[in-house]
């Protein structure tokens, strides 16, 4: 009884403080369960841990505390609605769902709502173009970027011709799978290589069929767009058919430690796109280990910090960061609403001195944000996978990609959308 | 004492075979219609529209489509998912090709579509029934997935395969589309609801759902008598797929807006109505509606209560979510095995007696 009611207080208390105190809240779409629980939870906790790391450290964002709410849903759409229905009325300031498929669904909700969204590396690729997606953000690369990325590192492996080549794009049949399609077949067609398309239904742990495939084609090179337990069965069983490892290359989604770690010395040499650094090598991450790690605050063991998906939450924390403290500047308040963060998102600029004040010098791209172009500079570089120190190493610069290919197809994407949906185009 | 018939005087044959012969029961009925239609649309708001409400009621389509082919007729069905994707891929299309549609037509008409594609996967069901029955409807589940994945001309030739909602309009209201409001899209729903569960009841009181209980309870008896069972089991095939056909049109319009129909309409979509309809109760129209209940609102009220209230970290809360729900079905099975609404009954048999048992 007294248990009770102690609770009943305890509630009522946190009930009557929780609206005097100013907050600036960022909702995590999250998924700790389900066949893409091991991925999400090492993004999920790489936020969480940035936003408390600026709250232990630095008081929050300008002085107000951050707050992360975090609302799980399997990577199902359905409790992705439920989510953000949930988490929005709680002063959200901008979404990251960390889902295609979410992200889909969100574009329209988030601009009817006025609530911003930023998709680092994923979602809709032509929301790069914001005079149509004014509030939907997918700095500082998108999947085109890596497309183009994977086929640049290809021509540069065979002395800038894939004449006569053959390509094998191993998807997730989902939006996220199809995304590069385009612009893969649009860049066969310039460079000559001939693209074999392999759809993988979701969550992917039965591709021997496709593998056979692969086997008997033998092509020269396998991309993979996969994502969780697709991943590991894809390395695993590229493994088993004795596919040369360094001909196989997967975009950021496909190249985590969890991904190559089960199939063990196997997984050697094989290599994945980026668009941020991986490891620890970052005096940030000092700070992180003292301030959240050593004290106990960490959203997961502690364990996964440096690793490759830890690091991409983190970037996403730290990109929505900046833009808060852009928006705070920008309207001299430090509580600042969902609008102003808009604002702060399409002003941001990254420089070397903006990284290396936050202690990540080198860690992502510079960039400059605008109103043409949500989409950043879409810089990407190549990692590859050491099986006997279990390490990641970026094996090329972050280098720019086709523009020239993928801005056309840019546009053509959104004006569709902009026509379906009965959008002016516009920026102001 | 509170609730039998004596002193409820029927003087016409209408008032006679009216669905709910007690007083009792007709007023509850009555003060539900009230509150669903006058009271909730003015207390709603998005959470409790999109999260709870709305796919609540979509939900109770579909396991009133697979309870009527299921537990009425007594086809075991596995392709309810499949069947919903071709509600939703019909109605985008119908949508994106005559856009000055109203989008009541446009989901009756998605029914219509999905009815007789029903029919067509219904055939087997003239030569092979149980287990075999079900392997049949599980084809189509796959191949319709995959059918809506494979030919680019269902979603538009866009680039990702996913489908997106336009706004429609009803009375002046956007009831599809981002800005639509939770009154709007919930009474538009709640609307379809009313008059599908009307008809459900009514088809099974009638002549067709006695020839669909027959055939269900022995078909060799129902054939002697004198019951087609050709069009009494295609009959039941188009219905259920109609009412299923428009749970996926809802499903895709009002409530996601986009999908991609390989998450969407999984084979889970298939067993979870399944599960809705043998946790409710088979055969049974207030059964559709607890099933659906039990699988959508408990989830969400589990997830709360954890969360919300307890405090608990959230992966910790979805893992015991599953385990619960898990439980709880396997005791509601264990205690009551012919669902909820067997429950229902019998309280309703012990409180006619009440309390005067003997």
């Known amino acids: 009884m007294k248990l009770k009611k102690l609770a009943a207080y305890a509630v009522a208390a946190t009930m009557a403080a929780s609206p005097v105190l100013a907050q600036l809240v960022f909702p995590s779409l ?24 600026l709250n232990e450290r630095d008081g929050g964002i ?17 409790k992705g609605v439920e989510c953000y229905e949930a988490t929005k009325g709680e002063g959200a300031l901008i979404y990251q769902p960390l889902s295609t498929g979410m992200t889909y669904q969100l574009i329209p909700k988030t601009a009817a709502d006025g609530i911003p969204m930023l998709t680092t590396g994923y979602g809709r690729t032509s929301v790069a173009n914001g005079a149509v997606f004014p509030w939907v953000f997918n700095f500082p690369a998108n999947y085109w970027n890596g497309a183009s990325a994977a086929v640049n590192y290809m021509l540069a492996e065979n002395d800038g011709s894939l004449e006569g080549k053959t390509v094998a794009l191993l998807y997730h049949n989902s939006a996220y799978g199809k995304e590069p399609i385009p612009t893969l077949e649009a860049l066969a067609e310039m460079y000559g290589f001939d693209l074999t398309l392999l759809p993988i239904d979701s969550p992917g742990q039965e591709q021997k069929s496709q593998w056979l495939q692969i086997r008997r084609e033998s092509p020269d090179y396998a991309l993979l767009w996969g994502w969780g337990v697709m991943n590991q069965v894809a390395i695993q069983e590229a493994s088993n058919i004795r596919f040369p490892m360094e001909n196989f290359i997967g975009v950021w989604w496909s190249g985590s430690e969890n991904d190559v770690i089960p199939a063990g010395m196997a997984a050697d040499g094989y290599k ?6 991986v490891g620890t090598d970052f005096p940030m991450f000092d700070d992180m280990q003292k301030y959240v790690v050593d004290a106990g605050l960490a959203a997961g063991s502690g364990e996964n910090v440096g690793t490759v998906l830890y690091n991409r939450g983190m970037y996403g924390a730290m990109l929505a960061a900046e833009a808060a403290k852009v928006a705070q500047e920008m309207n001299g308040v430090a509580q600042i609403d969902a609008a102003m963060m808009r604002d702060g998102l399409e002003n941001l600029v990254v420089t070397d001195e903006t990284m290396a004040a936050i202690g990540l010098q080198g860690f992502g791209p510079n960039f400059e944000v605008s109103c043409e172009n949500h989409g950043g500079p879409g810089l990407v570089a190549v990692q590859q996978w050491n099986a006997a120190d279990q390490k990641w190493t970026i094996i090329t610069d972050f280098e720019p990609t086709d523009m020239e290919v993928i801005q056309p197809l840019i546009d053509a994407d959104s004006a569709a959308y902009a026509a379906e949906n009965g959008i002016e185009p516009g920026c102001n | 004492m509170f609730y039998r018939e004596s002193g409820d005087f029927k003087k016409s044959y209408a008032e006679d075979s009216q669905t709910f012969p007690l007083k009792l029961d007709r007023y509850g009925y009555y003060a539900i219609l009230f509150v669903a239609f006058l009271v909730v649309p003015f207390v709603i708001n998005d959470y409790w529209a999109s999260a709870v409400l709305i796919p609540f009621l979509i939900w109770s389509i579909a396991s009133l489509g697979l309870n009527i082919l299921t537990g009425y007729c007594g086809q075991v069905s596995l392709g309810t998912g499949g069947f919903m994707a071709v509600g939703a891929y019909a109605s985008y299309k119908l949508m994106t090709s005559f856009p000055e549609l109203n989008i009541m037509i446009i989901v009756l008409l998605s029914g219509v579509i999905t009815a007789g594609v029903g029919v067509i996967f219904g055939l087997p069901s003239l030569r092979i029934k149980g287990f075999y029955l079900a392997v049949a409807t599980l084809a189509a589940q796959f191949f319709l997935i995959w059918l809506f ?9 866009s680039a990702s395969g996913q489908i997106t909602s336009p706004k429609r309009e009803m009375f002046g209201f956007e009831v599809t589309g981002p800005s639509a409001t939770a009154e709007a899209k919930y009474l538009f729903i709640l609307v379809l609801v009313f008059g599908l569960a009307w008809m459900a009841r009514n088809l099974t009181r009638g002549r067709i759902g006695r020839s669909w209980m027959a055939i269900r309870d022995m078909d060799i008896a129902a054939e002697i008598i004198g019951v087609n069972p050709l069009k009494a089991k295609l009959a ?43 946790i409710g109760g088979l055969g049974s129209i207030l059964g559709s509606f607890i099933g659906a209940a039990f ?54 048999q012990k409180l006619r007696l009440w309390p005067f048992p003997h």
């Open chain 1, 30 to 53: 999250s998924y700790r369960t389900g066949p893409f629980g091991a991925n999400g939870a090492e993004v999920a906790d790489g936020f969480a841990d940035y936003m408390t790391l």
């Open chain 1, 62 to 78: 300008g002085g107000v505390l951050t707050n992360v709410i975090e609302c799980e849903t399997g990577y199902s759409t359905e």
């Open chain 1, 272 to 277: 994945a796109l980026t668009f941020h650094a």
């Open chain 2, 149 to 157: 994945n494979k030919v680019p001309w269902f979603y538009n030739y």
């Open chain 2, 236 to 278: 039941a095939f188009a219905v259920s797929s109609f009412y299923i056909g428009i749970a996926g049109a809802l499903f895709f319009t009002v409530y996601l807006g986009a999908v991609e129909v390989g998450e969407a309409f999984g084979i889970l979509k298939s067993f979870l109505v399944l599960f809705m309809i043998i």
């Open chain 2, 295 to 348: 699988l959508v609102l408990m989830p969400v009220l589990l997830k709360n209560v954890m969360v919300g209230t307890l405090g608990w970290p959230i992966d910790l809360a979805a893992q015991t979510e599953l385990v619960i729900i898990g439980f709880l079905i396997m005791l509601t099975l264990i205690l009551e095995p012919h669902g909820v609404a067997q429950l229902w009954r019998f309280l309703k």
